[in-house]
């Protein structure tokens, strides 16, 4: 693997390229010490295709487009549309309700949050569960289109909704797998940096300047249609414009890393 030196000291910031997740590489994510790993052929091209067919039957969402420019579409509920809120209120639990029948049976008759999780259960050899609020178990799972790319921005759970969840994340992971890929473009570039107060007079809509994660190490990846990719979100992330024909549709949710054996999981 290639190592970065800077002034004798490895920046620890690449990304693995594998074709199974080991617990070792979700430890390294988790520490600081890896960019990202993409898990090639994560779903195999036939489940991709069966969650695209399952998806042409039912109307992708959008987030709430106020906030969220450029528009993304998605099927399934988010925490994220709730963080004005002190809680996740009736709304979110009619959605999760909706969605989770949905997402049962969308890759041909399967539910593709099992395929995924049985996959991270054997990795990490300790559960994997959805994460809990209010006693009540959270969606995970969602689909997602990035048509015109995502500014740079980042995913804290704890820090945007405190005290959401019943058991709050000591880590926290993103999880996508790329079930169409535009030709070109459509990258995920993440940046070694954290958010830090003094960042907000930089911010822009939803996201933040490219200036705050200027000059620090950066990993891009570019994924095909299989792949999954695994990074610490509440490191500056952004996703890249799509070029050429083809759409950027992701099956994604959150991973956390708690304090006992289990992971939890939500979107
Ligand atoms: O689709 C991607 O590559 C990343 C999307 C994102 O911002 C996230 O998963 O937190
Ligand atoms: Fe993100």
């Known amino acids: 693997m290639h190592v970065t030196q800077n002034a004798g000291i490895d920046t620890l910031f690449d990304a693995a390229v594998v074709t199974e997740l080991e617990r070792g590489l979700l430890e390294r994510l988790c520490a600081g010490v890896l960019g990202a790993i993409q898990v090639k052929e994560f779903f195999t091209a036939d489940q ?3 969650l695209l067919d399952g998806l042409s039957v039912h109307e992708m969402g959008s987030y709430d487009e106020r ?19 002190d809680e ?3 709304l979110y639990w009619a959605e999760v309700a909706a969605a989770r029948e949905v997402r049962a049976i969308l890759m041909g008759g399967a539910d593709p949050l099992c395929a995924a999780t049985d996959k991270l259960r054997a990795a990490w050899g300790g559960d994997v569960r959805p994460a809990k609020a209010q006693g009540r178990e959270m969606f995970a799972g969602i689909i997602r289109e990035i048509a015109y790319g995502a500014r740079l921005h980042f995913d804290e759970v704890n820090r945007e909704f405190p005290g959401v969840m019943d058991e709050p994340p000591i880590s926290q992971l993103a999880f996508n797998c790329h079930l169409s890929m535009p030709e070109f473009g459509g990258e995920a570039v993440i940046h070694r940096r954290r958010w830090s107060p003094e960042d907000e007079t930089m911010r822009e809509g939803y996201g933040y300047a490219e200036a705050v994660a200027a000059g620090v190490p950066a990993v891009s990846v570019r994924p095909s249609v299989g792949d999954a990719i695994l990074f610490d979100p509440r490191n500056y992330h952004l996703v890249r414009e799509n070029e050429g024909s083809g759409r950027r549709i992701t099956f994604s949710f959150f991973i956390g890393v708690t304090g006992r054996d289990h992971l939890t999981v939500w979107s």
């Open 48 to 50: 991709c295709a069966q």
């Open 67 to 85: 906030v969220l420019l450029p528009r993304m579409s998605k099927l399934g509920p988010v925490a994220y549309d709730f963080y004005q809120a």
């Open 88 to 90: 996740l209120g009736p």
